[in-house]
T-cell receptor, first 114, second 111 residues
Framework: QQQVKQSPQSLIVQKGGIPIINCAYE??????FPWYQQFPGKGPALLIA?????SEKKEGRFTISFNKSAKQFSLHIMDSQPGDSATYFC?????????????FGTGTKLQVIP | DGGITQSPKYLFRKEGQNVTLSCEQN?????MYWYRQDPGQGLRLIYY???????QKGDIAEGYSVSREKKESFPLTVTSAQKNPTAFYLC??????????FGSGTRLTVV
């Protein structure tokens, strides 16, 4: 019940395309859904996050779509660029206080080709 | 700039040796975490600490130990009992209403 299932495992798109990464969860107690971006040899960095009371959130070229009834959420990258090539992790957590119990997806390796 | 500093960036361990990975933060965060990342896999929680002098086992704590004597510091020791320690180790911290802040990681290799 604590799993977060992420797909696809890898993704190749051309520059300007719109890659979409999907995640699904089971535990309805999750109340915070962040996405992290990780470049090779670096730690992940928080990219964008959403709470279950909204269906969509945009920050720059990155959009999270959230479907509470289906228990699914996805990341869209508009006008993708080669610099977006990285591994993306979705996550779900319970509690937004100082301590957060987080479950991570297994990651999607995105390659944006020029 | 506030952040998390992990050192060393690369670490080599001989068989039967204990090694300690450093994690220091100047973000004034109470909660800190250690994760292990293997190639092509997600992040697995080793230990976490919600407050000074308190820490809890995560999902894969066997063969690891931690201490939290200061708010800023959360070192991880990989003991000889950890049979497959080669991995990328990430330290993180959290503050209320914000996700994780990660360090830049330590890559540990057994030689």
């Amino acid at each position: 019940q604590q799993q977060v299932k992420q797909s696809p495992q890898s993704l190749i798109v051309q520059k300007g395309g719109i890659p979409i990464i999907n995640c699904a969860y089971e535990n309805t107690a999750f109340d915070y859904f962040p996405w992290y971006q990780q470049f090779p040899g670096k730690g992940p960095a928080l990219l964008i996050a959403i709470r279950p009371d909204v269906s969509e959130k945009k920050e720059g070229r990155f959009t999270i779509s959230f479907n509470k009834s289906a228990k699914q959420f996805s990341l869209h990258i508009m006008d993708s660029q080669p610099g977006d090539s990285a591994t993306y992790f979705c996550a779900a957590s319970i509690g937004s206080g100082g301590y957060q119990k987080v479950t991570f997806g297994t990651g999607t390796k995105l390659q944006v080709i020029p | 700039d506030g952040g998390i500093t992990q050192s060393p960036k690369y670490l080599f361990r001989k068989e039967g040796q204990n090694v300690t990975l450093s994690c220091e933060q100047n973000l004034n965060h109470d909660a800190m975490y250690w994760y292990r990342q293997d190639p092509g896999q997600g992040l697995r929680l080793i230990y976490y600490s919600q407050i000074v002098n308190d820490f809890q086992k995560g999902d894969i704590a066997e063969g690891y130990s931690v201490s939290r004597e200061k708010k800023e510091s959360f070192p991880l020791t990989v003991t000889s009992a950890q049979k497959n320690p080669t991995a990328f180790y990430l330290c993180a911290s959290t503050s209320p209403n914000y996700g994780y802040t990660f360090g830049s990681g330590t890559r540990l290799t057994v030689v």
